[in-house]
């Protein structure tokens, strides 16, 4: 995320059996970007921002190679270009999508796995109910599937999973812990969010992003579910309590209809 992914976070996540993933362009230079994935010590994913306003891209794409991160994750703009080098260089490529239009061309290309930008989600949002963008995206891509958007806790993962996802995005759920990025403000403003407060509004590069009241930073719906802020560690160790319930709760439904 913006911002908010440092390498502490990032590494946190890490620790903790996740895949912790920052966008590139978090860092200044490519010099630094080498520096985080040095600092990160894990594997990790590297979301890169393929928008033509990254003048980056190539530097960093060449750095993440040299690097061995070994799962790219392109967003805001078209992963084509980025697929045949990163495919070469045997780096597995994910692609955010936030349309049915976009998740077909971009599994056309040879994306190994699709991200859907569903309704609510932090920072640059889709609007499609998740339900449905799952199911119409499992028409033509077996391939992993990834939840952005709706995901504040384990019961929600577990419902992802069941649905035909096989992984979820959690981002607003770490900007209010102890080793994001966000400032003071941005935290205390997600903590006390409701669902309600969170609108849309459209970032300079021309994306929909959802916004917190005031101009206070980007949340997603699922700033409804944060009320305090921790570490990442908690985060996780919580998810992971809420994650066991679903499944015992799911295993209790099916032995009760059996
Ligand atoms: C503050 C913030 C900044 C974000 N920045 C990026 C970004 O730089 N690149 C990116 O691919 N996604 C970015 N995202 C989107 C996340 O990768 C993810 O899709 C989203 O957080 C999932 O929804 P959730 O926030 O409800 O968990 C950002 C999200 C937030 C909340």
Known sequence: MTTVSTPALVAAACAA???GAFP?????????????LDEIEATVAANLIVHRSNTRLDEDLDTLVRRGVRLVITSVGTPVPVIGPLHRAG?????DVAS????????AAGADGLVLLAAG??????????FAFARAVRRFHDGPLVLAGGISDGTALWSAIT???????????????????????WRRAVVDATLDDITLGTAPNGVTVSLLPGA??????????????????????TTRREWNDARARTRRLLAATA
């Open 216 to 237: 206070a930073g980007s949340a997603g719906h699922t700033a409804a579910g944060v009320h305090a802020i921790t570490t990442a560690a908690e985060v996780i160790d």
């Open 163 to 185: 649905l035909g996802y096989d992984l979820g995005y959690m981002g607003t759920r770490f900007i209010a812990t102890a080793e994001s990025g966000a400032t003071d403000a």
């Open 24 to 36: 590139t362009s978090n860092c200044r230079s490519t010099t630094e970007l080498a520096d985080w």
């Open 91 to 95: 780096v597995r490529v994910f692609a």
């Open 100 to 107: 049915l239009k976009h998740a077909e061309k971009a599994a």
């Open 17 to 19: 059996g996740l895949v």
């Open 121 to 130: 989600a932090g920072g640059h949002t889709g609007w499609a109910n998740p």
